[in-house]
């Protein structure tokens, strides 16, 4: 398994109920099961990861559900532009244009293996744009809320990201 370092896992996390609801500006409200995510098409990504705190874990490769394929799944209605990834805390999210989230992958497994809930299983969102912050990497993805404005009050994954460093 990689040198990804890992923060205790909030106590409101239970992959055992883990489900991902896409909601908002969508032709069709979607819940997915891990079943269901795990139906659609797998794509890998490998690269490096950089946190804020100052160390890198080299070489990673997710695998997992490009965010395109879903939201493409749920309908986006005209208009909708931004997106809000919320994590299943409820404490972590972040504010997207649906642009660039829907180059992301929901990961579901790292290096080969399921991706373990220390890590951000079931699914963790994996930006892989050029333009990515480390804190957009959002653990135990539960909900996607597509809207069209964005959603910069309720964006509080750099926040939290940066209180953690010394």
Same mark, same amino acid.
């Given at each position: 398994? /990689?040198d990804?370092r890992?923060h205790?896992? +909030?106590?409101a996390v239970d992959?055992?109920g ?6 908002g ?5 979607l819940?997915?099961? +891990?079943d269901?995510?795990a139906?659609?098409?797998l794509?890998t990504a490998?690269d490096d990861f ?6 890198v874990a080299?070489?990673?490769s997710?695998r997992g559900?490009?965010? !395109?394929t879903?939201l493409?799944?749920? !309908?986006l209605?005209?208009?909708s ?5 919320r994590?299943?805390?409820g404490?972590?999210?972040? /504010? @997207?244009?649906?642009?660039?989230l829907?180059?992301?992958i ?6 080969g293996?399921?991706l +373990?809930?220390e %890590?951000?299983g ?5 930006p892989?744009d050029?333009?990515r912050?480390?804190? &957009? %990497?959002i653990?135990?993805v539960?909900a996607?809320?597509v809207? &069209?404005? +964005? @959603?910069s009050?309720?964006d509080t994954a750099k ?8």
């Amino acid at each position: 398994m /990689s040198d990804l370092r890992t923060h205790d896992v +909030p106590a409101a996390v239970d992959p055992d109920g883990w489900t991902l609801s896409v909601t908002g500006t969508v032709d069709r409200s979607l819940r997915l099961t +891990p079943d269901d995510l795990a139906s659609f098409p797998l794509e890998t990504a490998a690269d490096d990861f950089a946190c804020v705190e100052g160390w890198v874990a080299d070489g990673l490769s997710w695998r997992g559900v490009r965010v !395109g394929t879903v939201l493409d799944r749920a !309908g986006l209605t005209e208009g909708s532009e931004y997106a809000l990834v919320r994590a299943m805390d409820g404490d972590y999210a972040c /504010s @997207f244009s649906l642009d660039r989230l829907r180059e992301s992958i929901l990961a579901l497994e790292l290096d080969g293996e399921s991706l +373990p809930v220390e %890590h951000g299983g079931p699914a963790r969102l994996v930006p892989i744009d050029s333009e990515r912050n480390c804190w &957009e %990497h959002i653990k135990w993805v539960s909900a996607i809320e597509v809207g &069209e404005t +964005p @959603f910069s009050d309720a964006d509080t994954a750099k926040d939290l990201a940066l209180s953690r460093i010394e």
